[in-house]
């Protein structure tokens, strides 16, 4: 038995509309462009689910709790922890969904009310290279936990025989470092080539409140990874086709109402 932590986390006040040990994920997650209000399409590729970003457009990370219960979500941007600024660890403090909620984290997290925020760029400008840390850059990242409830054991549990069965998955094991160093140094290759980051953007307000959570376990019930880039290079990759829609800034002909919202003047 674990020992249970109650831990303190951010309970997010916002209102809003891969690897899962189930066929649904506990928390589903996708990207949307907040310039054009496009969802990203998600590309699957060798193992791998890519979005295409636009370099300038801030960007929201889509949080939706599928339960009914409540979920603890650590989510990581470019390997950083998005509410501490840590490098990122699945034992940090996350985003509390309540059941069936469904929100939008757009930025760093500054303080209760405010954030930075998230804002495709180029790699050298993103967040993590300006403080050190441009290993990970290009991957969206988060680690789902559940609420702990109370238990009730009658009686001891049963002693366990490890048979053959458990023989053969120690020597699987065994074999384990050969295959995480060949997947290290794809993950190195691969990084090596990676265009866009994530950006510390413009301060925006974006109140949050905080509350208790004490975790069901000490490892996340889901880890779901998302990696991004520019089109070019998932093309490139072949992750993405290459006869995808582009969007340009300005339209063929002149609207009166050409978008919904007052965006940022260009630089």
């Known amino acids: 038995m674990f020992r249970k932590s109650m831990l303190m986390s951010l309970a997010l006040l916002l209102t809003g509309a891969c690897t899962p040990l ?29 979005v295409a970003g636009t370099p300038g457009n801030r960007y929201g990370v889509r ?17 950083i922890n998005a509410v501490t600024g840590q490098t990122a660890s699945p034992s940090q ?8 909620e469904s929100a939008e984290i757009a930025g760093w997290r500054k303080s209760l009310d405010d954030i930075a925020q998230f804002v495709f ?13 441009p290993r990970n850059v290009g991957v969206i990242g988060v680690a789902v936990f559940q609420e702990s409830r109370p238990r009730y054991y009658p009686q001891p549990a049963p002693p366990i025989s490890r048979g053959r069965e458990y023989e053969r998955n120690e020597a699987k094991s065994a074999s384990a470092p050969a295959a995480q160093g060949n997947m290290r140094e794809q993950a190195a ?62 339209d063929p002909e002149p609207r009166a109402f050409p978008n919904g919202f007052v965006a940022d003047p260009y630089r």
Do not use: C, K
């Open 22 to 50: 189930s066929a649904r994920p506990l928390v589903e997650v996708s990207v949307v462009d907040r310039d054009t209000g496009q969802w990203l399409p998600q590309y699957p590729h060798r193992g791998d689910t890519w």
């Open 63 to 79: 949080l939706t709790n599928t339960t009914g219960e409540r979920v603890l979500v650590v989510l990581s941007v470019d390997g």
């Open 93 to 100: 403090a996350g985003y509390v969904l309540e059941p069936w």
């Open 121 to 133: 760029t180029d790699l050298g400008d993103s967040y993590a290279a300006r403080t050190g840390r």
């Open 189 to 250: 290759d691969s990084a090596a080539r990676q265009s866009m980051g994530t950006g510390h953007g413009q301060r925006e307000w974006s109140p949050v409140g905080q509350t208790q959570f004490v975790r069901a376990s000490r490892s996340p019930a889901q880890i779901s990874e998302l990696r991004y880039d520019d089109a070019h290079r998932l093309i490139s990759i072949g992750a993405m086709p290459r006869h995808y829609p582009r969007y340009d800034r300005r």
